[in-house]
């Protein structure tokens, strides 16, 4: 079964620091996301992604944020200087189109800032 | 915007049936989706509903009246495996993002 790959699957960095997180959404998708769950928290909406370009982005996703599909194959997470509370779980998603199938999401990437 | 209300947790019983509820507000409605999530693990898509009514797929159904706001997720013949965090969610009309509610812990008692 097609899957969402997600890397690295735990960062450690220091605040201040700039982190990348990496993501290959599943080949044939279209759409894609990235998510972020603070520990014990809910799951909250950064970012959608189609046709090249951000098509809707919440409050959280600030000056700090950015994303890329640099090649046709990866997504990117860039956050420019992390503060503590960028500390969380980040998952991106992808999917075909807008359907009913909901999203494929990959397995997260664990960002700690210290 | 959207404001989604499910119980923080629930318990049941190995064997048994467990219905989580779901209700929520929206400025436009596009679909709701159930989504499991095991502590730890990233969220799996469960089920869709975008018209009133049921949704059964195994021992997982899924049911939605959109004239109330309301959702549930009904499990049958429940497993230790079940125990997970299950998370409502929403689309807008209009939206590629769905928003999630806060979840429900389900823990499974043998």
């Known amino acids: 079964e097609p899957e969402v790959t997600q890397t690295p699957s735990h960062q450690v960095t220091q605040m201040g620091q700039e982190v990348i997180l990496r993501c290959v959404p599943i080949?044939?998708?279209?759409?894609f996301y990235w998510y972020r769950q603070i520990l014990g928290q809910k799951v909250e909406f950064l970012v959608s992604?189609?046709?090249?370009?951000?098509?809707?982005k919440s409050e959280i996703f600030d000056d700090q944020f950015s994303v890329e599909r640099p090649d046709g194959s990866n997504f990117t997470l860039k956050i420019r200087s992390t503060k503590l509370e960028d500390s969380a779980m980040y998952f991106c998603?992808?999917?075909?189109?807008?359907?009913?199938?909901?999203?494929?999401f990959g397995s997260g990437t664990r960002l700690t800032v210290v | 915007g959207q404001n989604i209300d499910q119980p923080t947790e629930m318990t049941a019983t190995e064997g048994a049936i467990v219905q989580i509820n779901c209700t929520y507000q929206?400025?436009?409605?596009?679909?709701l989706f159930w989504y499991q999530q095991h502590a730890g693990e990233a969220p799996t898509f469960l089920s869709y509903?975008?018209?009133?009514g049921l949704e059964e797929k195994g021992r997982f159904s899924s049911f939605l009246s959109r004239s109330k706001g309301y959702s549930y997720l009904l499990l049958k013949e429940l497993q230790m495996k079940d125990s997970a965090s299950y998370l409502c969610?929403?689309?807008?009309?209009?939206?590629?993002?769905?928003?999630f509610g806060k979840g429900t812990r389900l823990h499974i008692l043998p």
């Open positions: 929206t400025s436009g409605f596009n679909g």
């Open positions: 998603a992808s999917s075909v189109d807008r359907s009913n199938y909901g999203y494929t």
């Open positions: 992604f189609y046709n090249n370009e951000i098509s809707e």
């Open positions: 080949s044939n998708h279209l759409y």
């Open positions: 509903n975008v018209l009133d």
């Open positions: 969610a929403v689309r807008d009309e209009g939206d590629d993002k769905i928003i």
